[in-house]
Structure formats: structure tokens, C-alpha cells
């Protein structure tokens, strides 16, 4: 039988993914994760049946990171010794591995909203319509988001810096 619980449990993979792009640690990816899923298991009643359990999780997810975020202006954290040895690790022997090193910095280069509609897109497959659930903002808002998003994205794994325009 196919119950929610393993209905959430198939999701995980993503939710891991989008966590690490969202915090670019694998560490406090899983404590997102975990702390999505803690959330969404205790407040599984207030899931509508009729809704998509996908994108009702991926804002979960995101709302744990925002609250960490404010959670950290608040009171910063300091790295330690293991995010010390994970930056001085040898560097990649294949090519494949330096073109996602590039790909990880040009995303973090992004504006926070591009990066995620980017990610939410074209890593985890959502519709537009699942994205502005997400991120609740209009269908459009998604659509040019990611369009701006896709096109910086270009322009920043192809050597360049993005021109600034002049808006009249």
C-alpha cells in the first residue's frame, strides 16, 4: 500500500538536493531536511489530501531555511575544523567535476530568488505553477525569474560578467 509516509519518503532525494544547493553544505542540508521532514510529519493533518505533497514539501523546506537564515542573523555561527578540511581537499581530477565546481559558484552568484527558481526548475523538475506555490509569488514572477536566472547563468559559465543595463 502506498501510504503518504512513503509517498514523503520517495521525495527525500530532492529535498536533499535542493537543501545542499540551497545551503551548499551537506551537513546542514540534512539537518534541513530533517528538520522538513519533522515538520511535515507533524502537521500532516494539514496537508489537503487533493494537493500536490511534492511542492507542499518543497515549502516546507524552504520556510526551515528562511527561518534559519533569520535565525542566524541573529545569532551567527562559526565553522569548525570539519568545514576547514572540506575547503583545503584536493581538487577535482575530472573534468566533469570542475564543470559542476563552476556550475555550484555561478549559482551561487545569482540573486537568491533567481537561484532558487533556477534550482526548483531545472534540478527538481516543478512546474511553474508548483514553483509560485513554493515561493508564493505569481506564475509570471516564476517565469521571468527564471529566464533572468537562466540567461545570468549562461552568461557566467561562459566567462563573462553580466553587463549592467540602464533603465530609463
Request: net charge positive.
Amino acid at each position: 500500500m502506498n501510504t503518504v509516509e512513503s509517498q514523503i519518503e520517495a521525495e527525500i532525494p530532492g529535498l536533499r538536493r535542493y537543501a545542499r544547493a540551497l545551503s551548499g553544505d551537506v551537513t546542514q542540508a540534512d539537518d534541513l531536511v530533517q528538520d522538513c521532514l519533522e515538520r511535515a510529519l507533524s502537521r500532516l493533518a494539514l496537508w489537503r489530501r487533493d494537493s500536490n505533497l511534492r511542492a507542499w514539501l518543497f515549502t516546507i523546506l524552504r520556510h526551515v531555511w528562511i527561518d534559519e537564515l533569520r535565525r542566524r542573523k541573529v545569532r551567527p555561527e562559526h565553522g569548525g575544523m570539519d568545514d576547514a578540511m572540506d575547503s583545503a581537499a584536493a581538487a577535482p581530477s575530472q573534468m566533469d567535476r570542475l564543470a559542476v565546481r563552476d556550475l555550484v559558484a555561478a549559482l551561487a552568484l545569482l540573486a537568491p530568488e533567481q537561484r532558487e527558481t533556477v534550482l526548483l526548475v531545472g534540478l527538481e523538475g516543478l512546474t511553474y505553477a508548483e514553483v509560485a506555490g513554493v515561493t508564493g509569488v505569481p506564475v509570471g514572477t516564476v517565469m521571468s525569474r527564471l529566464k533572468r536566472g537562466r540567461d545570468r547563468l549562461a552568461l557566467l559559465m561562459h566567462g563573462g560578467e553580466a553587463a549592467l543595463r540602464r533603465v530609463k
